[in-house]
């Protein structure tokens, strides 16, 4: 490391000049053992170990390893997760006959197909809870306000929010699955106090606040380290290993508890995240239904989304799409040949990918109508020239325009969640459907699960 330039000033009459500088770094440092991300000197390396942040800690009673996994895992070979360097690479052939299979799966799927489709893509006459409406009485401009605003509407149907729970303290557990920051929650607080007519730190007693989500955050919404708000309580760690019946709040409520409601909330939980969540939540009912009967699940409120990451050995509705014919390969199946489960998963990045025009296609539109050269620009079809849509359709590799493409991502993704829809009825649960809780203009994953027992 580089010394510091002596300074030019003289020195104090009867004083010896002094230099600072650095002394040279004379320790070796290596690796650390526990995060190869950053390094430690050997002399220190005891030391470090101790307190290390990725030092294995002791893990608290609800946490078990692979809890909620699939009790027989799924053996299909997994795409390459670059969808949009793996899906092109088949087959042109295998892919047709993938997408009749898909196209096959959704017919028999529901009784109306074109009534499902026009559902998919209509107009959604979007609900605002109270509690984030304006002085007007109006929905907030801010989508995700909007969202946000939406699934408390949903609570509120179920009597999740405005409803006074009957029994002792401690009758109510929002538990928030991915709960990011903690956004969601401090709505489902606020829209609380809206109806008590309380403020957030005078809460009812009776509602405590579980967030979950794997990563850290910074600048979190929720205050779980502060002794003011004992009712939340924040879990780093992540849902496949959530064993929810030991879990704070659950646990700890006394067996002569008159009841202990737990309500599934999210936006938007990705993926496998969603498989894990119901997996978890029928595990929950199933430990508590015999040992602890006043403890039940009252219900799920979940927006949807980020499908196309949706894996395999986690996937709750294989056994429905397999009912549907969506076929799955042998373990060893050649990779060209990938089962059709990989390819549905992929179509459904096509339901969100927006609709942007290549360079040829804005070229030819600016110099016939003026148009912006904006490479973002998103255009509106029916307004679009024929040689711009024309130019659009050619250079897709799959040969099928825009419209078609959307359509089968909606159609995979619906697919998707029906499965999820049949497992939870399988399960039991009485009332299980899929809404579209806000319009695709506010957010194209418009899609929410709602359920209760």
């Not at 009758?171 to 403020?199: M, N, P, W």
Request: net charge neutral; with cysteine; charged share 25%.
């Amino acid at each position: 490391m580089p010394t510091v330039a002596p300074t030019t000033a003289p020195n104090a009459p009867g004083t010896e000049r002094k230099r600072k500088r650095f002394p040279k770094c004379a320790q070796q440092r290596i690796l650390c053992p526990l995060d190869p991300k950053h390094t430690v000197a050997v002399a220190d390396l005891d030391r470090h170990m101790a307190k290390c942040n990725a030092r294995q800690r002791p893990r608290p009673s609800w946490h078990a390893s692979c809890v909620n996994d699939a009790s027989e895992p799924c053996d299909v070979p997994l795409a390459d997760p670059l969808i949009r360097s793996w899906l092109p690479s088949l087959p042109l052939a295998v892919f047709k006959q993938h997408v009749a299979q898909i196209e096959a799966a959704f017919s028999r799927h529901v009784e109306h197909p074109t009534a499902l489709e026009h559902e998919l893509r209509a107009p959604v006459e979007e609900q605002c809870h109270s509690s984030l409406k304006t002085s007007g009485g109006r929905a907030p401009e801010n989508k995700h306000l909007r969202q946000q605003g939406a699934l408390l509407h949903w609570m509120e149907k179920l009597d999740w929010i405005g409803g006074a729970s009957e029994g002792p303290p401690f009758s109510r557990v929002f538990v928030d699955f991915g709960a990011g920051k903690g956004d969601l929650t401090e709505r489902v607080q606020h829209a609380i106090a809206y109806h008590t007519g309380a403020s957030r730190s005078t809460a009812p007693a009776d509602v405590r606040y579980l967030l979950v989500d794997r990563q850290h955050f910074r600048h979190k919404r929720d205050v779980a380290a502060d002794e003011s708000h004992p009712e939340l309580q924040r879990l780093t760690m992540d849902i496949q290993d959530l064993n929810l019946a030991a879990a704070p709040f659950i646990q700890a409520v006394p067996e002569t508890a008159a009841a202990l409601n737990v309500m599934a909330i999210s936006k938007h939980l990705c993926g496998a995240a969603t498989d894990l969540t119901l997996r978890c939540l029928i595990k929950f009912e199933a430990a508590v239904s015999e040992s602890s009967p006043s403890k039940r699940c009252s219900g799920i409120v979940v927006a949807l989304c980020c499908h196309h990451v949706c894996n395999p050995s986690t996937y709750v509705g294989m056994e429905y799409l397999q009912s549907l014919g969506i076929a799955l390969p042998a373990p060893d199946a050649p990779v060209p040949d990938l089962d059709v489960f990989n390819t549905l998963v992929s179509l459904t990045s096509w339901a969100t990918c927006g609709r942007v025009l290549p360079f040829s296609a804005r070229k030819h539109a600016e110099e016939h109508s003026g148009a912006s050269a904006d490479p973002n620009h998103r255009n509106d079809p029916a307004t679009e020239p024929e040689a711009s849509k024309a130019a659009l359709e050619d250079e897709h590799w799959s040969g099928l325009p825009f419209e078609e493409r959307e359509l089968l991502g909606l159609k995979a993704k619906q697919l998707l969640n029906a499965g999820r829809v049949h497992y939870l009825k399988k399960a039991g649960w009485s009332s299980v459907k899929l809404v579209s809780y806000v319009d695709r203009s506010t957010t194209l994953e418009n899609r929410a699960l709602i359920a209760h027992p």
